[in-house]
């Protein structure tokens, strides 16, 4: 079980927040609060895995509290819930793994839950590590006790989220997540076919099956942004492969 906490200053909020958690068999509910200093007493008192939280809340707000918990890779999973969407950057910074916009659904949730699900299965181990083929066709990662190979080609694309890695690849069936750094797989991945779009995307060029606006459209149906950063240099690639007459 997920020990957790719900934090919403609004007692309509915070009464929807408790009653989705509820409903997720394999999250525990060990204390709902009407702040963030009334939720560090429950932490400093008792072991908590994730927090659910509102952001702007009167005295410590959630962004705050988020970051005075020092040792991310240790420390409780946040995910933030809140009717602003502008502190969605911000709430990314505080590596939060999720990020609710009110009125969110039950399903919304339901994912946001399930990436903490995702993390905490690998929190068991202690470190991952990547381990390339001579070949450079496959690669090794530690996933939740287990040595996973992984055939390059077969990847579709690489998700970060907070100090975790979500990869996506087409002969598995649900994505393979690692304790890992972009920077680090990057080292490991051939720069002809993988290429970094955003900040939190790495996708394999071979996969691409359009292109609309600011969004890459991969096999699968995944659809992906290209952040600003990145645009230039993707927008190269394609121009150098578009045929003209």
């Known amino acids: 079980m997920i020990k957790c906490i719900a934090i919403d200053d609004e007692p309509l ?56 918990m020092q040792d991310h890779s240790k420390g409780p999973i946040m995910v933030f819930t809140t009717a602003y969407s502008e502190y969605a950057i911000e709430g990314y910074k505080a590596n939060a793994v999720g990020y609710l916009l009110k009125p969110y659904s039950f399903d919304e949730f339901e994912t946001a839950a399930q990436k903490v699900k995702d ?58 997540i690692v304790l890992l750094s972009m920077k680090k797989i990057e080292e490991h991945l051939p720069t002809n076919t993988f290429m970094r779009i955003h900040r939190s995307y790495i996708i394999n060029l071979d996969k691409i099956r359009e292109v ?5 459209i991969l096999e699968g149906d995944a659809s992906l942004p290209i952040g600003d950063n990145y645009k230039d ?12 007459k």
């Open 212 to 216: 609309k606006k600011n969004h890459v």
């Open 13 to 68: 909020a915070l009464k929807k927040l408790v009653t989705y958690i509820k409903k997720i068999p394999y999250l525990e509910l060990v204390a709902e609060c009407r702040s963030a200093i009334e939720a560090q007493q429950v932490v400093d008192q008792q072991q908590v895995d994730a927090i659910f939280l509102d952001i702007n809340m009167p005295g410590l707000n959630g962004l705050d509290f988020a970051k005075s």
């Open 233 to 244: 240099t993707f927008m190269n690639y394609l121009n150098s492969k578009i045929l003209t």
């Open 119 to 176: 993390i905490m299965e690998i929190r068991h181990q202690s470190s991952a590590e990547v381990s390339a083929d001579p070949n450079d066709n496959v690669i090794y990662v530690k996933s939740d006790y287990r040595i996973v190979r992984i055939d390059i080609s077969s990847i579709r694309y690489i998700e970060a989220m907070s100090e975790y890695l979500r990869i996506s690849c087409d002969d598995k069936e649900k994505p393979v």
